[in-house]
């Protein structure tokens, strides 16, 4: 029995070698096939991953997302709890209430201590024209004088009070807009279009600061990174005309651009595979699917699959046949009816969140026919 699972072990391994072999082949032919303008490298569809976190410590009171959820942006993701910040920002509320009774009494205060300026202005005026006739003495218009300055000086200090109230009032509705900033970012939501790749809290949690949630991979910003050698990335311009081809689907090209070309030179990373030599130094040249593009198509990207970008290093050259086949593109009605059972499936979220997802639907099936773009 041992002999014959060798043999089996054998073929299959033979097996596997023969068709590695004739798909580096295959590919090697298409290559050779390629014009002179266009140059290729392989490499993987990839994202970038963007972290849903807490901003404030806390704890989490609902998960709205799993592992391998499609989200779309603004959705709510996560609910940290608020019953803190709330009853902060009930006192907050009764300090200003507080205050504002304050500045009423003050200024109440401020009209008593003014009429009784007025009084001993007009008091030292009548005093200081009847010491003048000799009537009566300096003593008596001083005195007078003196009252009047004294009244002059409550106004002043009555004032200045109601001015510190003020600074009360404007520090305390500071601190009650702060407390609200702080319960609108207790509610997470996704800031792009993208999938859930990882869940790493669990309600009931408590986080500090920072502290992640989800990982989300961010499917509006889709790229494939391919590695050429220096003549062939010297002549590559930011912005050249790029196709994607992956393995899974050959038949079909996707566009892209180029956005990016490594100033510097690099050994190839491992992951990647070329058709050149492994120690042989080697330039990142970085291809975007664009977002219209990418757009009727999310529910299908997946990051990791590996395939062949194409790029133009001669405007002049055309493309050959097989990179101009697009993907076919989906049904308006399909995109309709997969966003409608989305918002379907959606958990209530809390607060104002149904206000914003109640739009969705419309103008995702509205924008399918409308851009009508195609990969």
Do not use: C
């Not at 502290?211 to 910003?221: A, E, R």
């Not at 490594?262 to 058709?275: C, D, G, H, L, Y």
């Not at 990142?284 to 997946?302: A, G, N, Q, S």
């Amino acid at each position: 029995m041992n002999t014959k699972l060798v043999r089996r072990l054998v073929v299959t391994t033979v097996v596997l070698l023969m068709g590695a072999a004739a798909w580096v082949g295959y590919q090697e032919r298409l290559k050779k096939q390629l014009p002179t303008g266009i140059v290729s490298g392989n490499g993987r569809i990839e994202s970038v991953q963007v972290d849903v976190s807490a901003k404030y410590p806390g704890r989490v009171l609902r998960i709205f997302a799993e592992e391998g959820d499609l989200v779309r942006q603004g959705k709510v993701l996560a609910q940290m709890d608020t019953a803190e910040l709330e009853a902060e920002l009930a006192r907050g509320k009764a300090k200003i209430a507080e205050a504002q009774e304050t500045e009423n009494q003050i200024k109440a205060e401020i009209l008593e201590k003014e009429s009784n300026l007025r009084y001993e202005t007009q008091e030292f005026a009548r005093n200081r024209e009847l010491f003048g006739r000799r009537v009566i003495s300096r003593e008596e218009m001083e005195k007078s004088q003196t009252k009047r300055d004294i009244s002059q000086a409550a106004v002043d200090s009555v004032k200045a009070k109601l001015l510190v109230n003020r600074r009360t009032i404007e520090a305390a509705t500071a601190d009650v807009q702060n407390t609200q900033v702080k319960i609108v970012d207790s509610t997470l939501v996704s800031p792009v279009n993208g999938r859930v790749l990882y869940r790493l809290a669990q309600e009931r949690e408590v986080l500090g600061a920072g502290g992640k949630v989800l990982t989300l991979v961010n499917l509006d910003d889709i790229f494939m990174e391919i590695f050429l050698p220096s003549d062939e990335a010297a002549r590559v311009d930011i912005g050249a005309e790029a196709r994607i081809v992956i393995d899974a689907r050959p038949e079909y090209a996707a566009r892209a651009n180029v956005t990016f070309v490594s100033p510097e030179a690099q050994f190839t990373p491992k992951q990647v595979e070329t058709r050149t030599e492994r120690d042989k130094l080697m330039f990142r040249v970085k291809l975007r699917v664009p977002h219209e593009v990418i757009l009727p198509y999310i529910e299908r990207v997946k990051t990791g699959v590996r395939g062949v970008g194409y790029v133009k290093i001669d405007p002049a050259t055309p493309w050959p046949e097989r990179l101009e086949r697009r993907f076919p593109e989906i049904v308006a009605d399909e995109a309709a009816k997969k966003a409608e059972a989305e918002k379907a499936a959606e958990p209530p979220p809390p607060a104002a969140a149904p206000a914003e997802a109640a739009p969705v639907p419309k103008p995702e099936a509205e924008a399918a026919p409308a851009a009508k773009p195609s990969i």
